[in-house]
């Protein structure tokens, strides 16, 4: 079930994102994601946060910023492949009319993830920080069937 997320779950919120972050970028040094982790920390509650919560505790979360920026977008190990971020991702569909987001190159699992969901890439650049290439994805939803044009009149 998807929820917004609570203040109360920020240090397993960020274990998530650790986690995630060092096994899917492993072409990018580790420490890199420990020196970001206060910072991460610090800022993660001024956006839009939505947890996927299950009997086991969140099973995953994602992040939007400035009502259209994904973040970011992590799902536990055990619950990857299993719908939990096709349905964070339908529910930020639900909720904004434009999404966009940067993710790298080399983590092909999510470039196909987004590809999947409807996310076209704009553009391929490199990043300040890490140096690595990414792509700058967008979705928005269309004004030509039903559905997308009675979400358009909310």
């Given at each position: 079930?998807i929820?917004?997320?609570n203040?109360?779950?920020l240090?397993?919120?960020?274990?998530?994102?650790?986690?995630?972050?060092?096994k899917?970028?492993d072409?990018i040094?580790e420490?890199?994601w420990l020196?970001?982790?206060a910072?991460?920390?610090?800022?993660?509650?001024?956006a839009?946060?939505?947890v996927y919560?299950g009997?086991?505790?969140?099973?995953g979360?994602?992040g939007?910023?400035?009502?259209s920026?994904i973040a970011?977008?992590f799902?536990?190990?055990q619950f990857q492949?299993r719908g939990?971020?096709s349905a964070?991702?339908?529910?930020c569909?639900q909720?904004?009319l434009?999404l966009?987001?940067?993710?790298?190159?080399?983590n092909?699992?999510a470039?196909?993830?987004?590809?999947?969901?409807?996310f076209?890439?704009q553009?391929e650049?490199?990043?300040?920080?890490?140096k690595?290439?990414?792509y700058?994805?967008v979705?928005?939803?269309?004004?030509k069937?039903?559905?997308?044009?009675a979400?358009?009149?909310?």
């Amino acid at each position: 079930m998807i929820q917004d997320f609570n203040i109360s779950e920020l240090e397993e919120v960020m274990k998530i994102w650790l986690d995630i972050n060092i096994k899917a970028h492993d072409f990018i040094p580790e420490q890199y994601w420990l020196d970001n982790f206060a910072l991460v920390k610090n800022l993660l509650p001024q956006a839009d946060i939505f947890v996927y919560q299950g009997n086991s505790g969140i099973q995953g979360f994602v992040g939007i910023t400035n009502k259209s920026y994904i973040a970011g977008l992590f799902v536990t190990d055990q619950f990857q492949s299993r719908g939990v971020g096709s349905a964070l991702i339908e529910q930020c569909m639900q909720l904004y009319l434009f999404l966009e987001l940067d993710v790298y190159v080399k983590n092909e699992i999510a470039v196909n993830f987004y590809k999947k969901n409807g996310f076209k890439i704009q553009k391929e650049k490199i990043n300040d920080a890490t140096k690595e290439k990414e792509y700058s994805m967008v979705w928005k939803k269309c004004a030509k069937c039903a559905t997308c044009r009675a979400n358009l009149k909310n």
